[in-house]
């Protein structure tokens, strides 16, 4: 009757350990999924920006940095770096303080999309009863 409980009890804390192992794993991928890029067309054709976590702060620097003010009501103007579609070269453009806005919702949006990607995985993970469905749940968005 003990090795049973004691079966049961190791197998259990297995399938603990390999739930916290793929979360991890998975978070790791939702990151680096996050930190590699996104495509915007704020500029009137798709332009890929960069989304490490320096970018992401550069970026909202940009929109505040290019603010309407009294002196210039529409916003201003300034170079800001994105890579072409075609070539992957960086290159810098100038960029309107609504485009600046228009990229960081798109960068956003890209960003809200993977984390709830990973959610969902996470939930799944959870809900696992065998070592075997942990182990089939893999990294993958939708589009």
């Not at 680096?32 to 989304?51: N, R, V």
């Not at 993977?114 to 799944?124: A, G, I, S």
Request: aromatic share 10%.
């Amino acid at each position: 009757f003990r090795s049973v409980l004691s079966k049961a009890s190791l197998e259990a804390k297995i399938l603990e350990v390999t739930k916290q192992r793929k979360i991890i794993e998975l978070s790791e991928q939702c990151e680096e999924a996050i930190m590699s890029g996104f495509t915007s067309a704020a500029l009137g054709t798709p332009y890929i920006y960069d989304s490490e976590q320096v970018d992401q702060i550069n970026l909202i620097g940009a929109v505040s940095s290019t603010a309407p003010s009294p002196v210039e009501i529409g916003g201003y103007t300034i170079y800001y770096a994105c890579r072409n579609v075609a070539t992957g070269i960086k290159e810098y453009h100038p960029h309107s303080h609504f485009q600046l806005r228009q990229i960081l919702a798109d960068g956003a949006q890209v960003k809200l999309g993977f984390l709830q990607v990973f959610h969902f995985k996470r939930l799944e993970i959870e809900g696992c009863t065998t070592v075997e469905q942990v182990n089939a749940i893999i990294w993958s968005v939708p589009w």
